[in-house]
Structures are given as structure tokens and as C-alpha cells.
């Protein structure tokens, strides 16, 4: 009974100092975070309850901005295998850039709650050599 008091006051004290908690149990993003010159650009749009395009195919090791935008209300787009995750807003892009660095294929969610369709809002996005 004590341990578990202690337990759970170290996890309450750490989330209010903002230490990353969970932080050890996400599997490393396969992409660096990158602050290189994009290689290329690529305009993902976000509309109820799609993107488009709803699947993208990315090279190993080439930079690339990603440039988000919703045709609607606000989506997100999140693809935690790369580090991806940005905001979706109608009339405003939102710039992520993206080095892969390993290959295989990611899956995307919208990240936003945004309607009964929001669990259909998949993407992926394939890296390859
Ligand atoms: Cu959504």
C-alpha cells in the first residue's frame, strides 16, 4: 500500500514538472527532427472525413515539408512512427518537415476530434529507398 502511495505521488510529481513520463515506452521515431532545407514539398489536405491525398510515399533520408491544411473544420494530422504531428486549419498551412530515416510504411490518424467520421481518418505513408 505505501509503494503504490509513492508510485503514484513520483508519476504526479513528474507530469506537473513536465518530464516526459511516458516518454520511455514510445518506440523511437524513425525520422529525425529536422531543421535541413526541404528537398520537396508535399500539400496534404484534410476535409471531413479524409486527407488528400490519403496516402504519400516519402524517400529515405530526403527531406521533405509537409504543408497542412483543412478544406473544413480543424483536423490534425499524427504519424507517431515518424514524429509527425500537426494541426490542420481551414485558410492557414501548418509546415512540418520530415527526414526519414528508416523504411517501411507509417500509419496516420487524425488527431482532432472533428465528427462521427473522425475514427475513419486514416493515412499512410510509405518510405522507401
Ligand atoms: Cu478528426
Not at 521515431?29 to 496534404?44: F, G, K
Not at 512540418?96 to 530515416?101: D, L, S, Y
Request: hydrophobic fraction near 40%; aromatic fraction near 6%; charge should be positive.
Amino acid at each position: 500500500m505505501k509503494l503504490i502511495s509513492r508510485r503514484v505521488i513520483v508519476i504526479v510529481a513528474a507530469a506537473c514538472m513536465g518530464w516526459p513520463v511516458m516518454a520511455q515506452q514510445a518506440p523511437p521515431a524513425a525520422a529525425l527532427p529536422s531543421t535541413a532545407q526541404p528537398d520537396s514539398t508535399i500539400m496534404i489536405h484534410a476535409e471531413k472525413y479524409k486527407f488528400l491525398p490519403a496516402e504519400i510515399t516519402l524517400k529515405q533520408d530526403q527531406t521533405v515539408k509537409l504543408e497542412l491544411t483543412s478544406d473544413d473544420i480543424e483536423h490534425s494530422l499524427e504519424v507517431p512512427g515518424l514524429g509527425i504531428n500537426g494541426i490542420m486549419k481551414k485558410g492557414e498551412a501548418t509546415d512540418v518537415i520530415v527526414t526519414p530515416t528508416k523504411t517501411g510504411d507509417y500509419k496516420g490518424k487524425c488527431g482532432k476530434f472533428c465528427g462521427f467520421g473522425h475514427g475513419k481518418m486514416h493515412f499512410l505513408v510509405h518510405v522507401v529507398q
